[in-house]
């Protein structure tokens, strides 16, 4: 077993300080920068709706644009989701600094008995619903709104296209967090880097 001097576990608590007050910055970044993204992608794409519903375009056209539109925000749902990949490892990271500091702003959630409850749906099933309105919702509206004779088998098919992306973008979005969850778990399991295993949490 080794012995630490008073100088050597003063030293260790002040870099596990430093090491808290960077990853808890770190975890902000992660967690706020998706949606600074986020908010102006899916804000310009209803004005682009808007602009070109008001337009009255035909079916090829709203259908290829959606196409672009799902598109674009599923490449921002893959990378939503590989920021709050690592946003959950920085959260881990700060629960094994909490318990060394004797801290508990975050562990204060997790537990068998957390103290503090979140209540509603979970933030990152809020944001894949946002991702589905907004891939799919804008060619659903310009099919309704074209007359019946005019819809063909392209224009389902450029939907169907259109649904096929959301899901396969959905699937991978949990397949991200499935490999999160089994690697949290192996950490835990092994006692972390710095401290005893945490209890299970489910971000």
């Known amino acids: 077993m080794t012995a630490y001097s008073s100088h050597d576990s003063s030293e260790m608590l002040e870099n596990a300080r430093v090491e808290y007050g960077a990853t808890h910055e770190a975890y902000i970044h992660y967690d706020d920068f998706t949606w600074k993204v986020g908010t102006v992608l899916i804000a310009s794409v209803f004005i682009f709706w808007g602009f070109l519903l008001d337009k009255n375009p035909d079916l090829d056209r709203m259908c290829l644009a959606n196409l672009l539109v799902c598109i674009t925000l599923s490449v921002w749902a893959l990378y939503a989701a590989h920021n709050r990949q690592i946003y959950r490892y920085k959260v881990h990271r700060l629960h094994e600094l909490e318990l060394l500091l004797g801290m508990a702003q ?34 659903l509206l310009g099919l309704c709104a074209a ?33 999160t969850d089994e690697i949290l778990k192996a950490v835990r399991a092994s006692g972390g880097t710095t401290v005893s295993p945490l209890p299970s949490q489910d971000a």
């Not at 957390?114 to 209540?119: G, K, L, Q, S």
């Not at 392209?154 to 991978?172: E, G, K, M, P, R």
């Open 106 to 139: 975050h562990l204060r959630f997790v537990g068998a008995e957390p103290v503090y409850r979140t209540t509603g749906p979970r933030g990152h099933w809020l944001n894949n619903a946002t991702y589905v309105i907004a891939s799919l919702g804008g060619a």
């Open 147 to 179: 007359p019946y004779e005019k819809w063909t088998l392209i224009h389902f098919a450029l939907y169907a296209a259109n649904v096929l992306i959301v899901v396969v973008t959905l699937l991978c979005i949990r397949r991200i967090g499935a490999e």
